[in-house]
Nanobody
Framework: QVQLVESGGGLVQAGGSLRLSCAAS????????MAWFRQAPGKEREFVSG????????RYADFVKGRFTISRDNAKNTLYLQMHGLKPEDTAVYYC???????????????WGQGTQVTVSS
Protein backbone atom coordinates (compact mmCIF):
# COMPACT_ATOMS: atom_id res chain seq x y z
CA GLN A 1 0.00 0.00 0.00
CA VAL A 2 1.21 3.44 -0.98
CA GLN A 3 -0.62 6.63 -0.09
CA LEU A 4 0.18 9.74 -2.12
CA VAL A 5 -0.75 13.35 -1.34
CA GLU A 6 0.00 16.21 -3.71
CA SER A 7 0.44 19.84 -2.72
CA GLY A 8 1.76 23.10 -4.12
CA GLY A 9 -0.78 23.87 -6.80
CA GLY A 10 -2.39 27.24 -7.18
CA LEU A 11 -3.03 30.21 -9.43
CA VAL A 12 -0.09 31.77 -11.23
CA GLN A 13 0.35 34.17 -14.13
CA ALA A 14 1.87 33.06 -17.40
CA GLY A 15 5.64 32.93 -17.08
CA GLY A 16 5.49 32.20 -13.38
CA SER A 17 6.71 29.26 -11.33
CA LEU A 18 5.31 26.65 -8.99
CA ARG A 19 6.78 23.72 -7.13
CA LEU A 20 4.57 20.70 -6.68
CA SER A 21 5.22 18.12 -4.00
CA CYS A 22 3.94 14.60 -3.53
CA ALA A 23 4.30 13.05 -0.10
CA ALA A 24 4.24 9.28 0.08
CA SER A 25 3.48 7.09 3.04
CA UNK A 26 4.45 3.49 3.39
CA UNK A 27 7.71 1.66 3.07
CA UNK A 28 9.97 1.09 0.11
CA UNK A 29 9.39 4.46 -1.54
CA UNK A 30 12.72 4.15 -3.32
CA UNK A 31 11.55 0.93 -4.95
CA UNK A 32 8.91 2.77 -6.97
CA UNK A 33 9.24 4.74 -10.11
CA MET A 34 7.28 7.97 -9.75
CA ALA A 35 5.61 10.18 -12.28
CA TRP A 36 3.56 13.30 -12.72
CA PHE A 37 0.49 13.28 -14.94
CA ARG A 38 -1.97 16.03 -15.65
CA GLN A 39 -5.55 16.23 -16.82
CA ALA A 40 -7.36 19.25 -18.19
CA PRO A 41 -11.16 19.40 -18.52
CA GLY A 42 -12.38 17.27 -21.38
CA LYS A 43 -8.93 15.85 -22.09
CA GLU A 44 -7.19 12.57 -21.45
CA ARG A 45 -4.79 12.27 -18.57
CA GLU A 46 -1.32 12.79 -19.99
CA PHE A 47 2.22 12.06 -18.92
CA VAL A 48 4.29 15.02 -17.79
CA SER A 49 7.46 13.62 -16.26
CA GLY A 50 8.77 10.51 -14.55
CA UNK A 51 11.71 9.42 -12.45
CA UNK A 52 13.23 6.08 -11.54
CA UNK A 53 13.36 4.80 -7.98
CA UNK A 54 16.96 5.86 -7.52
CA UNK A 55 16.41 9.22 -9.20
CA UNK A 56 19.08 8.54 -11.78
CA UNK A 57 16.75 8.25 -14.78
CA UNK A 58 14.21 10.88 -15.77
CA ARG A 59 11.76 11.33 -18.62
CA TYR A 60 9.89 14.39 -19.81
CA ALA A 61 7.06 15.05 -22.18
CA ASP A 62 8.14 17.24 -25.07
CA PHE A 63 5.89 20.08 -24.02
CA VAL A 64 7.69 20.58 -20.70
CA LYS A 65 11.32 20.00 -21.64
CA GLY A 66 13.44 22.92 -20.54
CA ARG A 67 10.72 24.25 -18.25
CA PHE A 68 9.98 21.53 -15.68
CA THR A 69 12.31 19.50 -13.49
CA ILE A 70 11.36 16.33 -11.67
CA SER A 71 13.23 15.19 -8.58
CA ARG A 72 12.78 13.06 -5.51
CA ASP A 73 14.07 12.90 -1.98
CA ASN A 74 13.86 9.29 -0.90
CA ALA A 75 14.88 10.13 2.67
CA LYS A 76 11.73 12.27 2.90
CA ASN A 77 9.50 10.02 0.78
CA THR A 78 8.74 13.01 -1.40
CA LEU A 79 8.49 13.65 -5.12
CA TYR A 80 8.79 17.14 -6.62
CA LEU A 81 8.01 18.92 -9.84
CA GLN A 82 9.61 22.33 -10.25
CA MET A 83 7.78 24.28 -12.94
CA HIS A 84 9.06 27.44 -14.60
CA GLY A 85 7.79 29.43 -17.52
CA LEU A 86 4.23 28.28 -16.98
CA LYS A 87 1.78 28.69 -19.84
CA PRO A 88 -2.02 28.83 -19.86
CA GLU A 89 -2.04 25.43 -21.57
CA ASP A 90 -0.37 23.97 -18.47
CA THR A 91 -3.63 24.51 -16.59
CA ALA A 92 -4.77 21.13 -15.29
CA VAL A 93 -5.06 18.93 -12.26
CA TYR A 94 -1.64 17.45 -11.61
CA TYR A 95 -1.38 13.97 -10.16
CA CYS A 96 1.54 12.01 -8.81
CA UNK A 97 1.64 8.29 -9.36
CA UNK A 98 3.77 5.33 -8.38
CA UNK A 99 4.54 2.14 -10.22
CA UNK A 100 7.04 -0.69 -10.32
CA UNK A 101 8.46 0.60 -13.60
CA UNK A 102 8.70 3.99 -15.24
CA UNK A 103 6.29 4.43 -18.12
CA UNK A 104 4.16 7.04 -19.84
CA UNK A 105 0.75 5.34 -19.85
CA UNK A 106 -1.45 6.47 -16.99
CA UNK A 107 -3.53 3.31 -16.74
CA UNK A 108 -0.45 1.20 -16.03
CA UNK A 109 0.26 2.99 -12.73
CA UNK A 110 -0.81 1.31 -9.53
CA UNK A 111 -1.02 4.19 -7.06
CA TRP A 112 -2.38 7.71 -7.42
CA GLY A 113 -2.81 10.84 -5.38
CA GLN A 114 -5.94 12.97 -5.44
CA GLY A 115 -4.36 15.71 -7.50
CA THR A 116 -3.59 19.39 -7.09
CA GLN A 117 -4.99 22.14 -9.29
CA VAL A 118 -2.62 24.31 -11.31
CA THR A 119 -4.18 27.30 -13.02
CA VAL A 120 -2.13 29.57 -15.25
CA SER A 121 -3.71 32.86 -16.23
CA SER A 122 -2.82 35.01 -19.22
Amino acid sequence: QVQLVESGGGLVQAGGSLRLSCAASGRAFSSYAMAWFRQAPGKEREFVSGISGSGVSTRYADFVKGRFTISRDNAKNTLYLQMHGLKPEDTAVYYCAANAILGIIARTYDYWGQGTQVTVSS
